[in-house]
């Protein structure tokens, strides 16, 4: 299966340390999301990268959170001195430049609780 | 962020036809999407229009209208399997997703 791969699936940690998660995007997909989904609601964005070039940024994220992609291809998305409040499902995405089909691949996701 | 409605839950029996509505209130989007969720897994894609009007993928349909500021989502002859979220989503370049609704089909 080629599809997006995220990993790690399920990370539990204490308030205050630091986290990193990694997506592979399709191999072929030059565009890369990430999202943040709670129960009972939607994803929210939080940023994209076009190949290597992280195009935008949520507003709303808080600057503990950074994103790369270094080679584009797999990006990392860290989240450092987290907050109980950083519990969530952290959901990467891929989908080619042009988005005439309006479709994004998802991985499984990265489930993270913060104690 | 964007603002999408749509209806929290969605109640239907196996055979019926259901249609989930999202309206939103920021115009210049490129198209809008529908997503499929279910419990504890991924979303998944189902339809998607660029244009106003009717777009169908067999049981699945989808309308814009963007004078209305409206969509919908048509599931047609609901199997059980169908139970799951769906999300109507606006592509920016990013998508922004609207917070669902929880459709339940029963037996």
């Known amino acids: 299966d080629t599809g997006v791969s995220q990993n790690p699936r399920h990370k539990i940690t204490k308030r205050g340390q630091n986290v990193t998660f990694r997506c592979d995007p399709i191999?072929?997909?030059?565009?890369l999301y990430w999202y943040r989904q709670t129960l009972g609601q939607g994803p929210e964005f939080l940023t994209y990268f076009q190949n290597e070039a992280q195009l935008e940024k949520s507003r709303l994220l808080s600057d503990r959170f950074s994103a790369e992609r270094p080679k584009g291809s797999f990006s990392t998305l860290e989240i450092q001195r987290t907050e109980q409040g950083d519990s969530a499902m952290y959901l990467c995405?891929?989908?080619?430049?042009?988005?005439?089909?309006?479709?994004?691949?998802f991985g499984e996701g990265s489930r993270l609780t913060v104690l | 962020g964007q603002s999408l409605e749509q209806p929290s839950e969605v109640t239907a029996v196996e055979g019926a036809i259901v249609q989930i509505n999202c309206t939103y209130q920021t115009s210049g989007f490129y198209g809008l999407s529908w997503y499929q969720q279910h419990d504890g897994g991924a979303p998944t894609f189902l339809s998607y229009n660029a244009l106003d009007g009717l777009e169908e993928t067999g049981r699945f349909s989808s309308f814009l209208s963007r004078s209305d500021s409206y969509g919908y989502l048509l599931l047609q002859e609901l199997q059980m399997k169908d139970s799951a979220s769906y999300f109507c989503?606006?592509?920016?370049?990013?998508?922004?997703f609207g917070s669902g609704t929880k459709l339940n089909v029963k037996p």
């Open positions: 191999s072929e997909h030059n565009r």
């Open positions: 989503a606006e592509n920016f370049n990013k998508f922004y």
């Open positions: 995405a891929s989908s080619l430049m042009s988005l005439s089909t309006g479709e994004l691949f």
